[in-house]
């Protein structure tokens, strides 16, 4: 499980708040974030987070795949989007600047340049947040977490039961998918797209008929257990609050009203330095 | 047969973990250059027809949520929704399909497929793009294309590979009725 949520247990400050304060930071700072398009506070969010980062001794090697991989995918969007709508920036904005043009209707505008800087920073501002609370919350406490900020129980509980069973599907899928590679299915990109579609169903039957009869074995276990019988269950990895999670909290929370009062004194999402 | 809701909340946590190892491992190539086909769809229409819209949602929410942790780009909230909205329709919509009883023949066959194109539609063509629009202000052309190739190829995999799931589930359950009394 560490392995693909990449969880670093090195202790720090960052390590030490609860997982549901840790949860609820995160909700309420990808709120702010995804809320308001206001460049000056989008700017700032990136500086808190590498701030934060440097708290957490969460080192960037440690993440520098996941920070490639998201920094494709980046750029992939928004390449995407000038190349459908290159004028997206100047219907925000309401202004023209242009600045040269690369032929037909791709004109490269100020106004675009700027909506485009946005996106970079609102990538900025939450992906070494998210990367943050990934690389220092211990799974198991993910469970407990979503139980104290009010998701039910068993809810919570299924999101448990899944990473919990993750790294045991993952193995039982390359057993599967080996057995059936010596037997002669074809995956690669030699063989046509449907032929592959069907040889995908050939892993998958086995794979999810042999998780039926899991989900049997431990629906049964659980309700040998009396699971689901009080209304509440305590969490062997759950915590208390101390005073550095109340002030986490509060903090986050104050940058999510101040997204909200941003919002409302610019008119609109939009910051727009060209009026 | 009545499931216990102990059984639900076990299908929703399994499930979720399947639709991740699909989703994150098991990438068939396509045609299409950096792009792979999801097959995890066709497993969360074939547990949402079996389990009900709870766990369609469910499975749906947690197991795209997690996809999204683990490549570290924060949680897309537009897809991760669309994923549930997909999971809930076909669950609620397929609830007359005994795959227990080990009924899935040429009927079942068809209103699973008819189930699962309205579901995907609904999903990728409307709910993705608009709230990709309201939250992340993208432009529209862009976003309903993305639904739209998006949708079709959730369709075909589904098509496929969701019915596989189903017939072959189907067909390992004793069918109702199979048992006679000897006189």
């Given at each position: 499980m560490n392995s693909v949520f990449c969880y670093i247990d090195r202790p720090s400050p960052i390590h030490d708040l609860t997982g549901a304060t840790k949860l609820t930071c995160l909700l309420l700072w990808s709120f702010a974030a995804m809320m308001t398009y206001d460049t000056r506070f989008l700017a700032f969010l990136p500086v808190f987070s590498f701030l934060l980062f440097a708290f957490s001794k969460i080192r960037l090697k440690d993440v520098s795949f996941m920070i490639g991989f998201t920094m494709v995918f980046m750029i992939l969007n928004n390449l995407l989007i000038f190349l459908f709508s290159p004028q997206h920036g100047v219907s925000l904005y309401g202004t023209c600047h242009e600045l040269f043009s690369l032929g037909g209707r791709y004109v490269v505008t100020l106004e675009q340049l700027f909506y485009h800087l946005n996106l970079v920073l609102k990538y900025l501002s939450t992906i070494p947040i998210v990367l943050l609370f990934i690389c220092t919350t211990n799974p198991s406490e993910f469970a407990a977490s979503l139980n104290r900020i009010g998701v039910k129980y068993t809810v919570a509980y299924s999101v448990s039961l899944a990473l919990r069973y993750i790294p045991d599907i993952q193995r039982e899928y390359h057993e599967i998918s080996q057995a059936q590679q010596a037997r002669g299915i074809e995956m690669s990109k030699k063989e046509t797209l449907f032929k592959r579609l069907k040889s995908a169903s050939a892993i998958l039957i086995p794979l999810i008929l042999s998780s039926m009869d899991r989900i049997e074995t431990i629906s049964n276990a659980m309700q040998l257990r009396g699971?689901?019988?009080?209304k509440k269950r305590t969490w062997y990895m759950g915590r208390p609050f101390r005073t550095a999670d109340i002030l986490s909290i509060i903090v986050c929370a104050l940058l999510l009203a101040t997204a909200v009062f941003l919002n409302i004194r610019n008119g609109s999402r939009f910051w727009n330095p060209f009026s | 047969m009545k499931k216990s809701p102990v059984t639900t909340i076990v299908a929703i946590g399994i499930g979720a973990a399947l639709f991740f190892v699909l989703g994150r491992f098991v990438a068939i190539p396509s045609p299409v250059p950096n792009t792979n086909i999801s097959t995890q769809y066709g497993l969360l229409a074939f547990m949402a027809a079996l389990f009900g819209p709870v766990a369609g949602i469910l499975i749906g929410l947690i197991g795209h949520a997690l996809i999204d942790f683990s490549y570290g780009w924060g949680i897309w909230w537009s897809w991760v929704i669309a994923s549930a909205v997909f999971g809930g329709l076909v669950g609620f919509l397929c609830g007359k399909l005994k795959l227990d009883d080990g009924e899935f023949g040429t009927k079942g066959i068809i209103s699973f497929n008819i189930f699962q194109v309205i579901g995907h539609i609904i999903a990728w063509g409307v709910i993705a793009p608009v709230l990709d629009i309201l939250m992340y202000a993208e432009p529209a052309n862009k976003v309903f294309l993305q639904g739209l190739v998006g949708g079709i190829a959730n369709i075909v995999t589904t098509a496929i590979i969701g019915t596989i799931l189903c017939y072959a589930y189907a067909a390992s359950r004793p069918k109702k009725g199979s048992l006679s009394k000897e006189a």
């Open positions: 699971f689901g019988k009080n | -």
